[in-house]
Each structure stands twice: as structure tokens, then as C-alpha cells.
């Protein structure tokens, strides 16, 4: 759980654990003496009210606990008398959706500033937007007098929640997500926001579900009501709200409990005018199909899904329909009589909406089927593994409504890799490296020690146990290229010189080829194992790196060229060090200045290998050499200094 203090436009918001105790500086901040303390009177919150009360103290001059559901207008008169005879100054509301409807209610007749303490999920506190109950009809307004100026949200008062308010408060909050992602008000912003929050309550909701204790599960549903009650709070509202205030206010029918069984039917009546939020929508949920995946949330977390068991009479249906589309709203998609008493008998039968034509098939119960193959497993990081790969690849197969003819090439493009690897040829690894995978592992496995010297890939052309090589002794074997002289150090993360590392080193020739890939060359060359000295340093010739080409006559080299990547490296040498004491390195030392560094993407070096620190100098020279060896022409120096780390650094 992250705490914090945000402020946006005229709202300012504060979110943690135990901020109740700072609802007297926030009144006291706006400037408030006279405080009117509401609430709805329910048992279930009267802890809470008395422990803000108390936190209040002498700033709490009047309570009214009379607040109810859909704001009715008569509740709202009776409070306003209140306020008058007590002479209030500031209003602090503590509940849910309908004690702060009526401190919204108050603030717009009143311009009292309001504090808003919100104990379920509903995110109306982030709205500038006030529904009332007028004779037995629900009418909304929009104002920025109906913003609160202050949200203080406290994790703590939701742990008593239960479990069926936490679930329909939640879903009321989906909801203000959904309607902002295909409002025409929608912003980057807005959307950002609104997909943070379907993911998150997509997440929370049945953590909170099979365990209502959960406090980090709580603050996650939390943040994500405040994150779509803003977003909806900046843009217009549609179809799904429409529905549910004439629900409410015409019929009675509780406020949350509608919003829940509504949502996914007015998102099936939308789908196919909104497709492109409902996609988005099934991102996050991590569904094929919004609407349908909507249901399933609600049904497994135990939400109502009917209208029918909230005790809506068939009978009012038709009314019900002709009163939502007595007045024209935006929506995505026309609203008619007709649709919607379709749409209203659908959520009245609490039938399950059919999946949006074009959606991909819903295939959870084989991808849980073959995951749960793997619970007999005995060991848990192999069960993860191969649970999480089977997911993976599920889901990459159903994002790309995959065809059996192009899985059948995959499987024949793998199978053709193994054919062509042996001991000297690994096409497996060429095309982890050509995808980047191995960059990944690598980082993920080496990048955590900043102080030492980043880590490269190993690369396919590695060969366990070469020659051992003396100070000062030439590995080229009398190959052609521009000579290079290497003085290497090896120390630990402070500098001090790290004697008896063991340092493999390996590089292809001038035309691109490792020893291994020349099967006329009598013994390895380009590669040797090195031991430093007392002072950590060992001394070496060579050639200069040049650029040179993965082996590209197999599948990996056919993938690249489809796409229109080359298949080069840039000029480099491999190092592996081990030393006592030490976590072992593999690197490379790329030539500053050398072909294929930079570039576009996919004109790079063909295995995304390069790091901005293991680009150095290979300075150029004539004359004297380092040892006296006579060269004519020129020669390079290259000169580094390696940093190793310390196990558990």
C-alpha cells in the first residue's frame, strides 16, 4: 500500500491508512469552526462515525444521520434546516454513495466547503455530479460547486465492510471507469485512468472475495473507485448511469446493487458502437469479451445479476424503458425503446450476454484445465514455469486468433533450429539472442549491481574449456588483421585487484568467423583462458573486432530477412570471468566508433547486445609496441578495466 497526499484542480484528496485523524487539520485548513457531521444512521457505521466524531471534537457542532438513498429532495430540506439553525461553516461526510450525495446536495445551495469520507467503493466523493430524487424521479446535474474540496480516504474504515457492499460498490466504480473509456469527453487522461482502474478492481475484487481481511486488496479498490470517479467525473455519462438513475429514483431499487446488474448489459448493448473501448476494456479484465467477462466478475464474486432478485416487477419493465428514453443523452449507440427494453429484460432474467460478434472465444476453462495439470508437480518454481508458459502461450495464441497452418509453421521453424544445432552450431541460441530474450535474462539476472561491470550475453559461439594462454601471448595464431594489444585489469566492486581470476576470452576473425565455424583451422584460435596476476592484470594480443553476421542460412536467418532485419553484429570481443569470492561475468567490449551501434531499430546489432558502458576505445597506433614486438603499420591498444561483484551485492 503506497500512502500519499494528491492534489488536482479544485479536489485535494488524502489516502491511507488511519487518516481519519486528519480530518480536523483538513477542515481547519478550509478554514472551518462549525462543522455539520453527516451520516446515514446505519449500525454498521456507527464506530465509525463516533471515532469521527471524536477526531472532530469541539469542530463538530451539529450531526444529521438522516441521509438516504438517491438523495431525495425532502431529506435534503431537512438537512439545510439544520445547517441554518446551527450556523455550519463546513460539512464532513462520512459513508457511502448517499450521505455524500446529500453533502453535495447541501454544498450547491449552500457554497459550504465539504469533506467527504467515503467507507465503500462507490467514487462519487471524485464527481462533480449530484443525483436527486424529485417525486419519484432522478434528476442529475453537473457543477464544479459539487466537487468536494476534500477526499480523505482511510483503508481502515473499509476492513468492516461486508463482503456484498464491498463487491456492488466495486462494481458501481467499474461502471464510471467503463461509461468514461466511450464517453466523446474521453481524454488520454481520462482513459489512462479509466483502464487503471478496470484492472484493478478486475484484480482486487476476488482477492476481496475469498478473503474480505485483505488490506492491500482493500487500498487497491480504494484507489481505483478515486481513479474512476475521476475520469468519470471529467467526462459525460451514458446509458449504463441513465438506466440506473431511473431505476433507482422511479423504482427504488438500491443504487450499487443496480449499477451491478446493469453494467454488463449495457455494455452488450453498446459493444458493437464502442469497439475499441470494449477491447481495451477485455485488456484489462484479461477476458476475450467485456460484457460477458463483466458477468463472470460479478458471478464469481457473488453479485447480484438479476434485476428480478432486486425486486424489480416484470410488469415495470416497458415503463421502465419508455422513462430512460423520454430524454436524449450521448451514448455510443442510438437509444431506443425498443433496445432497451430488450436490454432491461436481459438484466431482469440475469441472463449472461452473448460474446460481442468477432470476439475471440472464451478459453479459460482449458487454459485452467492444463495449468492445473501442473499442480501435482513437486517442485513449486517448475510448476510456476510451466503454469505461467502455458498461460502465455494461450493468450498469445487467442490475441492472434492463431491458425493451425501458421502454429504448423512454428513447429516446423523450431523443429528445423534443432536439426541444424550441434556442438558448434546453436541455432536455439541465435534465436533467443535475435529476439532479445537472452538481453532480457541477462539483465534480469546481472543488472542489479550497479558498481560492477554490466554483463553481456554469452552468445552461441562459446567453447567450455579453451587454451590456457600466458601473459603477453598472441591468440590469433597468425590469423590476418590489424594487431591488437590488450591490458586488462580485474578488481572487485572498491578497485582493489582481483588476483587468479580465470578470464575466457573468444572473438571472431576479420571476416566474421569464429574458429569454430572453420573446420580447415588446425586448433582453436581467437580463444584462451587467462589468469590475472597479484595485480589483477593480464596482457594478450589479437586483432581488431570487426562486424560480422550471425550464421543467417537456417530459420532464424530466414525470420530476419522477412521482417527486414539484418543479421550483423557490431565489432566486439567476449569476456568470462571467475574469480573466488566473486559472481562470475560475461561481457563484451564493443569498438567505439564501430559499425551497427546505433541506428533505427532493427538496424542495430542483431541481438540487442549492446550496452552504452561496454562501448570503449581501441586507440589507434604506430610505432612502439607495449612488449617490443615489431609491428609495421598500425596497431590498437585497448585497455579496460573490469569490476566484479561480491555474491549478494
Not at 482449458?366 to 505461467?388: K, M
Not at 539472442?433 to 534480469?444: E, I, K, M, Q, R
Not at 550497479?450 to 587454451?467: D, K, M, N, Q
Amino acid at each position: 500500500m503506497r500512502s500519499f497526499v494528491h492534489t488536482t484542480g479544485p479536489s485535494r484528496v488524502v489516502f491511507g491508512a488511519g487518516t481519519l485523524s486528519q480530518v480536523s487539520d483538513e477542515v481547519e485548513r478550509l478554514g472551518g469552526a462549525r462543522v455539520l457531521l453527516l451520516s446515514d444512521g446505519s449500525p454498521a457505521l456507527r464506530k465509525d462515525v463516533e471515532r469521527l466524531r471524536a477526531a472532530l471534537g469541539d469542530l463538530a457542532v451539529a450531526e444529521f444521520d438522516g441521509a438516504a438513498m438517491h438523495t431525495p429532495v425532502g431529506v435534503t430540506e431537512q438537512a439545510l434546516g439544520t445547517v441554518r439553525e446551527q450556523r455550519v461553516d463546513c460539512l464532513v461526510a462520512i459513508g457511502g454513495g448517499s450521505t455524500t450525495g446529500l453533502a453535495k446536495a447541501l454544498a450547491v445551495r449552500t457554497d459550504l466547503p465539504q469533506i467527504i469520507v467515503p467507507t465503500t467503493y462507490a467514487g462519487s466523493e471524485a464527481t462533480p455530479v449530484l443525483g436527486e430524487t424529485v417525486d419519484g424521479r432522478k434528476v442529475t446535474r453537473s457543477a464544479p460547486g459539487i466537487l468536494p474540496e476534500t477526499v480523505v480516504y482511510d483503508i481502515e474504515l473499509t476492513l468492516g465492510l461486508p463482503a456484498p457492499i464491498s463487491v456492488t460498490s466495486g462494481v458501481n466504480a467499474l461502471a464510471h471507469a467503463v461509461e468514461a473509456l466511450y464517453s466523446p469527453d474521453a481524454t488520454p487522461v481520462t482513459d489512462a485512468m479509466a483502464l487503471e482502474a478496470v484492472a484493478a478492481i478486475a484484480r482486487a475484487l476476488p482477492a476481496l472475495h475469498d478473503d474480505p481481511s485483505a488490506l492491500e486488496a482493500r487500498a487497491e479498490l480504494l484507489q481505483a473507485a478515486w481513479l474512476a470517479g475521476t475520469c468519470l467525473g471529467a467526462v459525460g455519462m451514458g446509458l449504463h448511469h441513465k438506466l440506473c438513475h431511473t431505476l433507482g429514483g422511479t423504482f427504488g431499487l438500491p443504487h450499487a446493487d443496480t449499477h451491478t446488474v446493469v453494467l454488463p448489459h449495457a455494455m452488450a448493448y453498446n459493444a458493437a458502437a464502442a469497439p475499441d473501448a470494449m477491447d481495451r476494456v477485455a485488456r484489462a479484465l484479461g477476458v476475450p469479451d467485456a460484457p460477458t467477462g463483466v458477468f463472470d466478475l460479478i458471478r464469481r464474486v457473488g453479485g447480484p445479476t438479476s434485476l428480478r432478485e432486486l425486486g424489480m416487477a416484470e410488469a415495470d419493465l416497458n415503463r421502465a424503458a419508455e422513462a430512460a428514453t423520454a430524454q436524449p443523452y450521448p451514448n455510443p449507440r442510438e437509444v431506443t425503446r425498443t433496445g432497451l427494453a430488450g436490454l432491461l429484460r436481459d438484466a431482469w432474467q440475469g441472463r449472461r450476454p452473448q460474446p460481442t460478434a468477432g470476439s475471440a472465444l472464451d478459453l479459460r476453462a482449458l487454459t485452467g484445465e492444463v495449468v492445473a495439470s501442473f499442480d501435482g508437480c513437486a517442485n513449486p518454481r517448475l510448476r510456476q514455469l510451466l503454469s505461467d508458459l502455458a498461460r502465455t502461450l494461450h493468450s498469445y495464441a487467442i490475441r492472434n486468433d492463431l491458425t493451425p497452418r501458421e502454429w504448423q509453421r512454428a513447429v516446423d521453424f523450431l523443429t528445423e533450429a534443432g536439426h541444424l544445432t550441434t556442438d558448434t552450431r546453436q541455432e536455439f541460441i541465435l534465436l533467443s539472442d535475435t529476439l532479445g530474450v537472452s538481453s532480457v535474462v541477462d539483465a534480469l539476472a546481472n543488472s542489479r549491481t550497479p558498481e560492477a561491470t554490466s554483463s553481456a550475453i554469452l552468445g552461441p559461439f562459446y567453447v567450455a574449456g579453451p587454451p590456457a594462454a600466458g601473459h603477453g601471448s598472441d591468440i590469433a595464431g597468425g590469423l590476418t588483421g590489424t594487431p591488437m594489444w590488450a591490458d586488462i585489469t580485474v578488481t572487485g566492486q572498491e578497485g582493489e585487484p582481483v588476483a587468479d581470476a580465470v578470464v575466457d576470452v573468444w572473438q571472431s576473425n576479420e571476416d566474421g568467423f569464429y574458429d569454430v565455424q572453420l573446420p580447415d583451422l588446425d586448433g582453436p584460435v581467437l580463444r584462451a583462458r587467462f589468469t590475472t596476476g597479484a595485480d589483477g592484470r593480464f596482457t594478450f594480443w589479437s586483432i581488431l573486432p570487426s562486424e560480422y553476421p550471425i550464421p543467417d542460412d537456417g530459420p532464424v536467418g530466414r525470420m530476419l530477412s522477412a521482417v527486414g532485419r539484418h543479421p550483423y553484429r557490431a565489432p566486439h570481443v567476449h569476456f568470462l570471468i571467475s574469480a573466488p569470492g566473486h559472481q562470475p561475468l560475461v561481457t563484451q567490449l564493443f569498438v567505439r566508433g564501430g559499425a551497427y551501434l546505433d541506428g533505427a531499430p532493427g538496424q542495430r546489432d542483431a541481438v540487442f547486445g549492446v550496452k552504452d558502458d561496454l562501448i570503449t576505445d581501441f586507440v589507434r597506433h604506430t610505432g612502439p609496441t607495449p612488449d617490443g614486438r615489431p609491428v609495421d603499420g598500425e596497431w590498437r591498444l585497448l585497455e579496460f578495466t573490469f569490476r566484479i561483484a561480491r555474491p549478494g551485492h
